[in-house]
């Protein structure tokens, strides 16, 4: 009996040490890809810098795009992948991480929780003031926008004349609609369409958020919760209807870097120049490509990321 | 009490949007568990009745079927079809079953024999003693595994908001995604209600499911029977 007992206990270590290691890999994943042409700044060789994702297509090309392109200036760089903005913004202030991508948009309502609805620069320029408060350096935000829209089928916009999302309106009631639980009763969700564009779909399919574009592809919706680099617009052949009333696309959704201040301010010239380059690099087509390859074509982002860098010279 | 009162604010400002919701979630739940007490209670009387190995299958078959998470079910039930009603029905259907048959079994085989051997004695035919004796005597573990279906199908089919195939699991996830607690909560205190009301009707169920005269035996057979 006593043997069985050791023996148990054997096993059950053995099998919390295989969690253990798993475990250990799985959280962090060092990207070493593309670090033999360091020919950057001597200042910087072997610096370690971490990088967060916030655990969605878009965020993980960008931390990648980030990490690949601070390696290929002499930076030894990490990528960890967080769970939300809350969790990233914390991290990002205690120093756990040194930067991660972030919206201007989900910065201004989600972390300062403000409500209103100023221009993009306004936006930005708030954010940068309250981001410096808060012990956090950001830097100029890229020409891409991932803000709402909302997308409708063809044959939808053929047959009730959609152009606007006031047309939406009226064609609403026979029209049903795909979108994520979390845009149903969020303010500047469906709500407001509800109350600024008299939108009353005849019914509202509720699926996860990568989920959102199946109804449409299997011919239960006509239109969708949509956001600006999804690359199923594309694919799915889908028209964007206009925001006639400018109250539904809201606050601009621009990427931007949020890093630590202590550790930027340790950091030579080339850090922001390289951050600078790759934010510069990101139009609206440009990450609806790079999506388009993760999601539709399941590539991984670290060689979406590898592959942009290099036809973009950045790598 | 604030949040109470901003929870009742919400659901009276969007009562369709919560009690659609609700119906939603019922219907899922109903469906669900009807078909997972009607598998559940006759795979459970096949293998109590075909032997050990098929025992020892199934017990296994049951208990790792619990393991698989009802999301992962639903997700493979979504490849096959579109979203909507039935995926997630699928889903509570597989995590409803294991539990009734599980139990379905247990109750079975948990009778005591000197019982069988009397019934037979007294000239029951096999099928009178399964239906008369076995059954009526394997009714409150039976219930008690639809009971446990039925709360956790009332908790899980939240999940069915991520589906298409709507319920509570909307509000309780908008409100989530959202931080909105008021949200959250006009959808997690009808759940709990739901819960609570399972419990309450397979508890009377299992009373009236009872024969009277076979209230005092089983408390006896349960205290006195072969666990095998």
């Excluded at chain 2, 009397?118 to 039976?142: D, K, N």
Aim: net charge neutral; glycine share 10%; charged share 20%.
């Amino acid at each position: 009996v006593k043997r069985r007992v050791r023996l148990i206990g054997a096993g059950l270590l053995a099998v919390l040490a295989l969690v253990l290691v798993a475990a250990g890999c799985g959280s962090s994943s060092s990207s070493d890809s593309g670090s033999s042409t360091s020919g950057g700044s001597a200042s910087v060789d072997g610096t370690s810098v971490t990088v967060a994702d916030k655990g969605f297509t878009e965020s993980q090309i960008i931390a990648q795009l980030y990490a690949q392109a601070l390696e290929g200036v002499g930076y030894k760089a990490t990528v960890k992948s967080l769970g939300s903005s809350d969790i990233a913004d914390a991290a990002v202030r205690k120093g756990d991480i040194d930067l991660y991508p972030e919206y201007t948009g989900t910065a201004y309502n989600v972390i300062l929780k403000k409500t209103d609805v100023p221009s993009p620069a306004a936006e930005y320029a708030a954010i940068k003031k309250a981001y410096a408060g808060r012990g956090l350096t950001t830097l100029t935000p890229s020409p891409y926008s991932n803000d709402n829209r909302v997308a409708c089928t063809q044959e939808a916009v053929d047959k009730y004349g959609l152009k606007t999302l006031s047309d939406l309106g009226t064609a609403s009631p026979n029209l049903v609609y795909s979108a994520n639980p979390e845009h149903l009763t969020r303010a500047d969700g469906l709500p407001l369409l509800k109350s600024a564009y008299g939108v009353h779909f005849k019914d509202v399919k509720s699926v996860a958020l990568n989920l959102r574009y199946k109804p449409i592809e299997d011919g239960q919706a006509q239109c969708v919760y949509a956001f600006g680099t999804d690359p199923q617009i594309a694919k799915d052949k889908l028209v964007v209807l206009k925001d006639d009333l400018g109250k539904f696309q809201g606050l601009a959704y621009e990427n931007f870097p949020v890093i630590n201040s202590t550790f930027f301010q340790a950091q030579p010239p080339v850090f922001q120049q390289t951050i600078d380059k790759v934010d510069a690099a990101l139009t609206q087509d440009a990450v609806q490509k790079l999506n388009a390859s993760v999601d539709l074509d399941k590539e991984d982002p670290s060689d979406v990321a590898k592959s942009f860098l290099d036809q973009n010279g950045l790598g | 009490m604030g949040l109470l009162g901003d929870t009742w604010d919400f659901y009276s400002g969007n009562r369709g949007f919560v009690d659609g919701a609700l119906r939603e979630h019922v219907d899922l739940c109903v469906t669900a568990l009807a078909m997972a007490a009607a598998t559940g209670v006759l795979l459970g009387v096949l293998c109590a009745k075909i032997g050990r190995i098929a025992a020892f299958a199934v017990t296994s078959i049951g208990n790792l079927g619990r393991t698989v998470p009802t999301f992962a079910v639903m997700g493979i039930a979504l490849t096959l079809s579109t979203v909507g009603f039935w995926p997630a029905v699928v889903g509570l259907y597989a995590l409803a079953v294991p539990p009734i048959l599980l139990n379905t079994f247990t109750g079975l085989t948990a009778v005591d024999r000197d019982v069988v051997d009397a019934s037979r004695g007294m000239g029951f035919t096999p099928l009178g003693i399964l239906a008369r004796v076995e059954l009526p005597l394997a009714v409150p573990l039976i219930f008690s595994g639809i009971r446990t279906a039925a709360i956790e199908v009332v908790a899980t089919a939240t999940l069915a908001g991520l589906v298409g195939a709507g319920g509570l699991g909307e509000v309780v996830l908008s409100g989530l995604d959202t931080g909105q607690n008021d949200v959250l909560l006009a959808g997690a205190i009808p759940i709990a209600i739901l819960a609570l009301a399972a419990q309450l009707l397979f508890a009377g169920l299992e009373r009236l499911a009872t024969p009277r005269g076979l209230r005092v035996t089983r408390r006896l057979a349960i205290h006195e029977g072969r666990f095998s």
